[in-house]
């Protein structure tokens, strides 16, 4: 049962669930509830969530003024670099966060702390 699994578990599906990107807006929306369904209940979900809220609304707004810069030639690299990190970040905080570890992600914005 995917809602029975012990917290570290959980955390690290919760990270891991970003790299569902790849179908639009899934990587948005499936994080965010796995983060509402037990963050008044488990304080490490909780932590964890925040920690990948951030980092999802700071790629946005990153992604967001590379759109931007791509007008003067240099958001293309930028919008490279972060499509890597939207998939080395992930990774590395799941498996962090299923040896009981927080790892902020670097870059990120604070948002909700």
Not at 51 to 66: F, K, M
């Amino acid at each position: 049962m995917i809602f029975g699994m012990k917290p570290n578990t959980y955390c690290m599906l919760l990270h891991l669930s970003q790299l569902l990107n790849l179908i639009p807006g899934l990587g948005l929306i499936v994080p965010i509830v796995l983060w509402a369904i037990r963050k008044d209940t488990e304080p490490l979900v909780d932590r964890h969530g925040k920690i990948v809220l951030n980092w999802i609304l700071s790629a946005l707004i990153y992604t967001g003024i590379s759109f931007i810069l791509t007008f003067l030639g240099i958001g293309v690299v930028i919008i490279m670099v972060l499509a890597i990190l939207a998939i080395v970040f992930p990774i590395i905080g799941g498996v962090k966060a299923n040896d009981g570890i927080e790892w902020k992600y670097p870059l990120s914005i604070t948002f909700f702390k």
